[in-house]
Nanobody
Framework: QVQLVESGGGLVQPGGSLRLSCAASGFTSGFTLDDYAIGWFRQAPGSEREGVSCISSGDLDTYYGDSVKGRFTISRDNAKNTLYLQMNRLQPEDTAVYYC?????????????????????WGQGTQVTVAS
C-alpha cells in the first residue's frame, strides 16, 4: 500500500513562491516511484478537485493546467521517493488544499489529470493560502 505525505504548504504573499513536497513509501517489492504516474491536485472550498499538474510513469508525458502553466513545475526525485511542485508567482486564486496522488503505470498525463478518480493513492493534503 503506497502512502503519500505532503508538506510545504503555508501562507504566502501574492507573487511569492512555495515548493510542495510529497514523500512516498510502501511500494511493492520490485517497483519504484518511477513506475507510478503522479499528480498534484487542488481543491478550494465549494469547488471540485482540480488537476494542477501530472507526470506519467517514466516521466514520458507531462501536463499542466492552463491556470498554472508557466508558473508551476512538477518533478520527482526517485532516489528520495519524493515528488515536488514548485509554485512561482502565486496568486490568491491559487489558494486551496493541495493533494498529491499516484497511480501505477499511468501514461497519459493529460487524461489522468482531468480524471482524479483514476488515481489509486492520495495524500492527506496541505493548505496553501495566498494573501497579503
Amino acid at each position: 500500500q503506497v502512502q503519500l505525505v505532503e508538506s510545504g504548504g503555508g501562507l504566502v504573499q501574492p507573487g511569492g513562491s512555495l515548493r510542495l513536497s510529497c514523500a512516498a513509501s510502501g511500494f511493492t517489492s520490485g517497483f519504484t516511484l518511477d513506475d507510478y504516474a503522479i499528480g498534484w491536485f487542488r481543491q478550494a472550498p465549494g469547488s471540485e478537485r482540480e488537476g494542477v499538474s501530472c507526470i506519467s510513469s517514466g516521466d514520458l508525458d507531462t501536463y499542466y493546467g492552463d491556470s498554472v502553466k508557466g508558473r508551476f513545475t512538477i518533478s520527482r526525485d526517485n532516489a528520495k521517493n519524493t515528488l515536488y511542485l514548485q509554485m512561482n508567482r502565486l496568486q490568491p486564486e491559487d489558494t486551496a488544499v493541495y493533494y498529491c496522488a499516484a497511480l501505477w503505470e499511468g501514461w497519459d498525463a493529460g487524461s489522468l489529470c482531468t480524471t482524479p478518480s483514476e488515481f489509486d493513492y492520495w495524500g492527506q493534503g496541505t493548505q496553501v493560502t495566498v494573501a497579503s
